[in-house]
């Protein structure tokens, strides 16, 4: 009778597997899906409503309304490790990551059109999120010390006004990382096992379900009026005078930017903290183990929206269909099929390989 021997490494991966929390891994599958499904639908969709799409359009809106905050919320939470003890190795993978996306982007470009292009301080494409959790990691050291009321306040002002200034553009992704910076504060000060506790009580889940239910049916109703947030308010790279033009609402709204971005502030985080609710505290198959490897999706997603896309022209074929219902399930279709083939294990390790830190062994 042959005995397999298990190494300690193989040990330490199952306890290490067991002592996840499968509720994370739940939520993180369902945003890395949008997320690629959004990037789809944003490439079919103009910048304004069009009735035909509507449906695509009030998906893409709902999307864009919590996915990020509530990813960049999760980071946040599961941040205090590496920023309490200044682990600069761990915080400096994540501009190693950004360098990888961006040549991953440059790649495909060059695939498809026959030339690319590379900015070394503008960055507006889905590389941003890589930079954007750079800044954050160090900014939150930098703000550690200070008084938490004091530093959820100031970030959310910040917040709030840095969509007056028009002068920093996409230098470094900086008003991205601004105006997003208050969900990843939040994030790490929150105690997790407090936060997880109160978003699996019964009448929490039941109140999570009627506010998302009112958020999707109120999005379905008012699209038409809402649609003009989506390209430049939700996505926090715009400045409030791009947001509010006069053939809109009335340029005169740019003086009320900061009481727009407040109340999103606020209406945002009820939407992530139900969400996080409803999704289930259990392992379900498939779903758990894919939710713990969406850091190679994210990183590689967008080589099929550049070829698919762009050099294809799907977008053209999803944008002319008749049916459009049957389109956005074929969107959805597509962004799923994705999503799997870029789950693979081998992929997978290979960005853990690229986001582990040179130290990490020495820790």
């Not at 999760?74 to 990888?100: E, P």
């Not at 969509?163 to 939040?186: E, H, I, K, M, N």
Request: hydrophobic content about 50%.
């Amino acid at each position: 009778m042959r005995y397999k021997m298990t190494s300690e490494k193989d040990v330490n991966k199952k306890i290490v597997a067991k002592q996840r929390i499968a509720k994370w891994d739940n939520i993180k599958f369902f945003l890395i899906f949008f997320v690629v499904l959004g990037h789809f639908i944003n490439k079919t969709v103009p910048n304004k409503y069009v009735f035909n799409l509507r449906n695509m359009e009030r998906c893409v809106f709902i999307i864009y309304t919590f996915h990020m905050p509530a990813f960049i919320f999760i980071s946040g939470l599961f941040a205090k490790k590496t920023i309490d003890n200044k682990r600069y190795d761990r915080i400096g993978s994540y501009l190693r990551l950004y360098f990888v996306m961006c040549f991953i982007r440059f790649a495909a470009k060059f695939f498809v059109y026959g030339k690319g292009g590379f900015s070394l301080f503008n960055e507006s494409g889905v590389p941003w999120y890589a930079l954007a959790m750079f800044f954050m990691f160090l900014i939150m050291v930098f703000l550690r010390p200070y008084n938490k009321v004091e530093v959820i306040i100031g970030t959310i002002v910040l917040g709030m006004v840095i969509g007056y200034d028009g002068s920093l553009g996409d230098y470094l992704a900086l008003p991205r990382v601004l105006t997003f910076l208050p969900f990843f504060v939040l994030g790490y000060y929150f105690d997790s096992k407090k936060f997880l506790e109160f978003i699996e009580k019964t009448h929490v889940k039941i109140a999570s379900a009627i506010i998302l239910i009112g958020y999707v049916a109120f999005v379905h109703v008012k699209i038409k009026p809402l649609f003009f947030m989506y390209r430049y308010f939700l996505k926090g790279k715009k400045t409030y005078a791009d947001t509010f033009t006069e053939k809109i609402v009335g340029s005169s709204m740019t003086n009320y930017g900061w009481l727009y971005r407040l109340i999103y502030y606020i209406v945002v985080f009820i939407i992530v903290v139900a969400f996080f609710s409803i999704i289930p505290n259990v392992r379900i198959p498939f779903i758990t183990t894919l939710g713990g490897r969406t850091l190679s999706v994210f990183a590689v997603h967008y080589v099929f929206i550049i070829i698919l896309m762009e050099g294809a022209r799907w977008d053209k074929v999803f944008a002319g269909m008749k049916h459009q219902k049957l389109a956005l399930l074929l969107v959805m279709g597509l962004s799923l099929a994705v999503q799997l083939l870029l789950s693979i294990k081998p992929l997978a390790n290979l960005f853990n390989v690229i986001m582990s830190a040179p130290n990490a062994d020495k820790k």
